[in-house]
Nanobody, 115 residues
């Protein structure tokens, strides 16, 4: 079975940094695009970053220049490095694996940016 598990969330001050991790299992991790989404209270879920099997990356305009997505296929893990965090980055962050027509999701990890 496909499983995704996020870790690394928590409370951070504005301007601070945080790195999220997502470990995947149950599929051939290295062959698939991986992505990070987030959902803030009262807002639609949005994709913030993705990285393909060939290491191409894509970012939402709101995080471009501040966030970096990367992957370590030897560890079946995708990361989201978040720098210069802003209060509007506060959300539950979800790891996503779009395996063909099926999308799989992690349980989510809370990121709170507040002073």
């Amino acid at each position: 079975q496909v499983q995704l598990g996020e870790s690394g969330g928590g409370l951070v001050q504005p301007g601070g940094s945080m790195r999220l991790s997502c470990a995947g299992s149950g599929f051939t991790f290295r062959l698939y695009t991986m992505a990070w989404y987030r959902q803030a209270p009262g807002k639609q879920r949005e994709q913030v970053a993705s990285v393909t099997a060939t290491y191409n990356t894509n970012y939402a305009d709101s995080v471009k220049g501040r966030f970096t997505i990367s992957r370590d296929n030897a560890k079946n893990t995708v990361y989201l490095q978040m720098n210069n965090l802003k209060p509007e980055d506060t959300a539950v962050y979800y790891c996503n694996a779009p395996l063909g027509t099926r999308h799989y999701w992690g349980q989510g990890t809370q990121v709170t940016v507040s002073s």
